[in-house]
């Protein structure tokens, strides 16, 4: 046994070694990445689900890889935010983001939101409130149209120092929303303390409306206790029309998910909102 046991240790240290070192080539190829402009925002609608207009749009990043081609986040966002490369990625994302946003709304005239996703690593960077005013200025984009997106887990601690970086946040004019609601564990008695505007329900929940009874008694719930608690509702991943019928029918306010749009080019955004203009 003990002969087991030390080749299991050793083939855990050849696996660690392997998963250094694919980290720390990827930790290289994002610096490059990042000097060489590597990185695009994709935009994805969020619709008011009572008025089927869009309110905001979320920004993702995407990775074009010299050679490996389209890099989504799930495969390098982890890697940037052990090596800390996620703050200047982040600064980039934000600032990008305010810039197409400003731009798209002088082209069109259209009033809607930009939401951006934060990492804990730099929901933990005493510099964010500066870096999202340094994005704001320089771009010109007024702070009511800029949202970010934190996820429970970042929550999680000492409650009085998230409600205070909440609150600081929320001093330089931006709204906050609670990402993958649902899939952490913050009581509901926390949520009611935290200073933010909306909550994301995770799509694990919508995915399986109207099969999962569950999933169905859970998601009413949220939207019902959300509200009690005078925050606006966001159900994300909604592919299909049964799902969105029925987050209507419960009161859900808004929704985004691929049956109303994937994620969009700036271009392809254009051109969308004209589409939709005239609904
Ligand atoms: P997220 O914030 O929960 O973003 C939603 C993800 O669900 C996106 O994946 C989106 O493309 C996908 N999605 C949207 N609607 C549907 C749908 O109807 N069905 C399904 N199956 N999927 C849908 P994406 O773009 O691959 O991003 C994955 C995650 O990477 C994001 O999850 C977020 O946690 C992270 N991420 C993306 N962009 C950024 C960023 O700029 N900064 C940080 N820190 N994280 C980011
Ligand atoms: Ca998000
Ligand atoms: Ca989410
Ligand atoms: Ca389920």
Redesign the pocket.
Known sequence: AKEHGRDRYHFYTEELNAHALKQLLMEQELRHALQFEEFTL?F?PQVNLTTGKIVSV????RWHHPSKGLV???SF?SVAEETGL?NPI?RW?LKNACMQMKMLQDLTGSAIKIA????ARQFDDPKLEQSIEEALNETGLEPEWLEL?VTESMLMGDIQAVTNKLKRLRQTGVSLAI??FGSGYSSLSYLKKLPVNALKVD?EFVRDIPEDSNDMEITSAIIAVAHKLQLKVVA????TAEQKEYLLANQCDFA???FFSK?LSFEDLYIYLNEHKFK
């Open positions: 994709g994805q979320e920004a993702l990043i989504m986040p799930d966002i996620i982040g994302v951006v996703n934060l990492s997106e990402d993958d799509r994300e991943g909604v592919e985004q998910g691929y994620p």
